[in-house]
């Protein structure tokens, strides 16, 4: 009788490369790595061909997609729908849907634009210092009650989400047209465009917008292998 060779794991470890033992400790997923690469293929694409066809604006590869200031422009467009999305997730753990959350922002981001813009001006003052927070605090309080009139109808009252949400849909675009007439409001109280992404990326210029990006990039990375590390 004799007994199986007993074997470590520490020299299986010791022979994987740098990006395994990088996988490994982020628990990072191949297969989303793949569709992130494709991502940056196709940014790198569009660069190509907008420098090409346009000429050279300064871009990453001599185009205008990979600009800080075109990067920072499609930032604060998807921040939005990005939050959006989050919550989003939970509904659909749940089996559930909501066909309203676009309706939802514009009619809450337009309420908070006529507070800030028309209202409370008014009552506080041109440029009085607590006309964003004011604003801001509005836009989350109506937010809330929505979610909140929504998820009533839906928990109490037995109404299919699907109905409450397709009504909801309908109901709080037509509000957000009838508060705001159809018209532009502007301008906003000037903190609040910072907040709001006012500032355009370039203004610590080209080279050091890069750096920062790249700089915000390692940290996260580094936070998620520490975090990954303490469990």
Not at 150 to 164: K, R, S
Not at 208 to 214: E, G
Request: charged share 10%; glycine share 12%.
């Amino acid at each position: 009788m004799t007994d199986a060779p007993q074997t470590s794991g520490e020299p299986r470890l010791q022979q994987e490369g740098p990006i395994t033992r990088f996988f490994r400790a982020t628990e990072i997923d191949a297969r989303m790595m793949g569709m992130v690469v494709a991502l940056i293929l196709v940014w790198c694409i569009f660069d190509l061909a907008s420098g090409y066809l346009r000429g050279n604006f300064g871009g990453l590869l001599g185009g205008s997609f990979l600009t800080p200031r075109n990067l920072w422009t499609l930032l604060v467009q998807t921040s939005s729908i990005a939050i959006m999305s989050t919550g989003m997730v939970l509904l659909i753990v749940m089996r559930q849907l909501d066909l309203s959350v676009g309706s939802m922002l514009s009619l809450v981001a337009v309420v908070g634009a006529v507070v800030q813009v028309f209202m409370l001006p008014k009552t506080l003052g041109v440029g009085h210092p607590a006309i964003w927070v004011l604003g801001v605090l509005t836009c989350i309080a109506l937010g809330a009650a929505i979610g909140a009139f929504n998820g009533f109808l839906t928990a109490y009252a037995q109404i299919p989400a699907f109905i409450v949400t397709l009504g909801g849909l309908i109901a709080y675009s037509g509000l957000a047209f009838w508060v705001a007439r159809g018209e532009t409001v502007a301008p906003m109280d000037k903190t609040f465009e910072i907040f709001g992404g006012g500032i355009p990326a370039s203004w610590i210029g080209d080279t050091w917008s890069w750096i920062l990006a790249f700089v915000v990039c390692a940290m996260i990375i580094l936070g998620i292998i520490n975090s990954r590390r303490q469990r």
